[in-house]
C-alpha cells in the first residue's frame, strides 16, 4: 500500500506499524486479549475497483476500529487487510474475560459492517475475527499472534463475518492436520495407497460390477479413514495426483479382467472430484490411460456428484461428451441430496444415478424416505436411466427398493469394500 494515512493508537502503535512483539500485560495481572482481523473478500474489492479505493476502505475500518475500544487498549494494522486489536485490563476471572472480549468483537462486527462510501461507490465488507485470550507473561507476541491467526482462519471455515476463540483442541487439530499433510504428500510416492472394491449386484443376485475406493495404508497410524484425508487432498491440491493414480490402477485392474470371462463384463465405478474433473486436460488423462491399459471405455464409470453442477455447468457438460464419445460411462452419484437443476439433468450424458444411502437408510421405516426414494426412481426411468442405490445393508430394503422398481445394489448386504484379492473371491 502507498498510502500514508496514519491511524491515531495507543502505545505509539500506528496504521502500518507492527505491534509490541514484549511488555504484554505487565500493569495488572488481570486478563488480557488479542483479535485478529481480516476483512473477508478484500482482494476482490481491490482488484476491481483499484488500490486506490481499496487504500480508502482501510483508513475507514481503521477508524471504526478506534470507535470500537477503550483508552487503553491498541489497535495495529499489520499489513494489507489485517488489523489487530490488543485488550487489556480485562477481568480476572477468565469466563468474565472472554465475555468482555466477545462484547467488544461484536461491536466490532457491527461497526465494520456498515456501508462505507468510497468515492463515489458505496461498499460493503465483513471482518473474520480470531480471538485468543492471555494472562501469563511467559506467552510472546509471536505465539499470541499465531494462537489468533488459527482462530480466524476458524470463523473464515465458519462462514466469515464472525467472531472465534483459540482454544488449545485448536491447535491440536492444527498440528494433526499439518502432520497429516506431510505424511500425505509422501503417500503417493511410498505406494502407501490401495483401492478396495465394493461389489455391485443386479437384482438376480449376478455381480455387475464395482466401485473402486480409494484407501491409506499409513505404517503408524493404520487405515486413515477417506474422510479424514480426502478433504485435505482437495484443500491442498493433491486430490490431482492422487485422483490420477485412482484412474490408472482402476485401469490397469479392467485391463487384468479383460481376458477373463468371470470378470471382463464388469464395469468399475470411479469417483471424480470436482477439482479434478475441472482440469483442462482432465478429458485427456481419461483418453489416455484408456488407450495406455487397452480397456474397452464402456467398463470405465466415472461417478460425480451434484455439487459439481453449482458452477461451471456448460464446461462440465463439454467434457463429458467429449468421453461419452469415447464409450466412457457417467454415474451421478449421491443424488437428491445436493442442488441438480432438472434442466441440467437432462442435457448431462449420463448413464445412471445413484440413489444416497441416506435414503436408503430409512426407506423401511414409516414416514421414511420412501417417496423421495420413489421419485429418484421414477425420474432415472423417464430419463431413461439406470438407477442404482447404495447403502444397501437389508434385505428387507432391498426388496422394498426392487417393489419400487430400483434392481441395481450396493452396500455391506452383499460385502464392504475389500482388496481386490477379496472381491475376487467374492465373485468365484
Known amino acids: 500500500m502507498s498510502t500514508t494515512y496514519t491511524l ?76 489487530v486489536v490488543l485488550l487489556e485490563g480485562l477481568s480476572e476471572h477468565i469466563s468474565e474475560a472472554a465475555e468482555q472480549t466477545e462484547a467488544i468483537g461484536e461491536k466490532i462486527i457491527v461497526a465494520l459492517n456498515q456501508p462505507y462510501q468510497l468515492a463515489e461507490h458505496e461498499c460493503h465488507s465483513t471482518p473474520s475475527i480470531g480471538v485468543t485470550l492471555f494472562n501469563d507473561h511467559k506467552q510472546t507476541m509471536d505465539e499470541l499472534m499465531k494462537q489468533a491467526d488459527i482462530a480466524m482462519y476458524q470463523a473464515k471455515k465458519a462462514g466469515r463475518n464472525t467472531l472465534r476463540f483459540f482454544d488449545s483442541k485448536m491447535q491440536e487439530n492444527v498440528d494433526l492436520r499439518a502432520s497429516l499433510e506431510n505424511d500425505l504428500r509422501k503417500a503417493l510416492d511410498l505406494q502407501q495407497f490401495q483401492l478396495y472394491y465394493q461389489i455391485q449386484m443386479d437384482g438376480m443376485g449376478r455381480a455387475i460390477g464395482a466401485e473402486a475406493l480409494i484407501r491409506w495404508i499409513h505404517p503408524e497410524r493404520g487405515l486413515v479413514p477417506p474422510f479424514q484425508f480426502i478433504p485435505l487432498a482437495e484443500e491442498t491440491g493433491l486430490i490431482l495426483p492422487i485422483g490420477l493414480w485412482v484412474l490408472e490402477t482402476a485401469c490397469a485392474q479392467l485391463k487384468a479382467w479383460k481376458h477373463d470371462a468371470l470378470r471382463r463384463d464388469l464395469t468399475l465405478a470411479v469417483n471424480v472430484s470436482a477439482r479434478q474433473f475441472r482440469q483442462a486436460d482432465f ?31 456448460e464446461d ?15 454415474s451421478m452419484d449421491d443424488f437428491g441430496t445436493g442442488y441438480s437443476s432438472l434442466q441440467y439433468l437432462k442435457r448431462l450424458p449420463l448413464d445412471q444415478l445413484k ?16 417417496t423421495i426414494v420413489q421419485t429418484i426412481i421414477a425420474m432415472a426411468h423417464s430419463l431413461r436411466l439406470n438407477v442404482i442405490a447404495e447403502g444397501v445393508e437389508t434385505e428387507e430394503q432391498r426388496e422394498l427398493l426392487s417393489f419400487y422398481g430400483c434392481h441395481h445394489y450396493q452396500g455391506y448386504l452383499f460385502s464392504k469394500p475389500v482388496p481386490i484379492e477379496q472381491f475376487e473371491a467374492l465373485l468365484k
Not at 355 to 370: A, K, L, P, Q, T
Open 355 to 370: 440413489i444416497d444411502m441416506s435414503f436408503v437408510r430409512d426407506i423401511s421405516v414409516e414416514g421414511g424416505n420412501n
Open 8 to 83: 491515531k493508537t495507543y502505545h505509539r502503535c500506528s496504521y502500518g506499524a507492527p505491534i509490541p512483539r514484549s511488555g504484554l500485560v505487565h500493569r495488572s495481572k488481570r486478563e488480557g486479549a488479542l483479535l485478529f482481523i481480516d476483512l473477508d473478500n478484500f482482494k476482490t474489492l481491490n482488484d476491481t475497483l483499484g488500490h486506490e479505493i481499496g487504500d480508502l476502505l482501510l483508513q475507514q475500518v481503521a477508524r471504526r476500529l478506534e470507535s470500537c475500544v477503550r483508552e487503553d487498549d491498541t489497535v495495529a494494522r499489520l499489513g494489507g487487510d489485517e488489523f
Open 283 to 313: 478429458a485427456a488423462q481419461v483418453q489416455a490411460a484408456v488407450q495406455h491399459y487397452g480397456i474397452d471405455p464402456t467398463r470405465l464409470k466415472l461417478e460425480l456428484t451434484e455439487s459439481m453442477l453449482v458452477k461451471d455447468i
Open 316 to 330: 462440465i457438460i463439454a467434457i463429458m461428451h467429449t468421453l461419452k464419445e469415447t464409450g466412457i460411462q457417467f
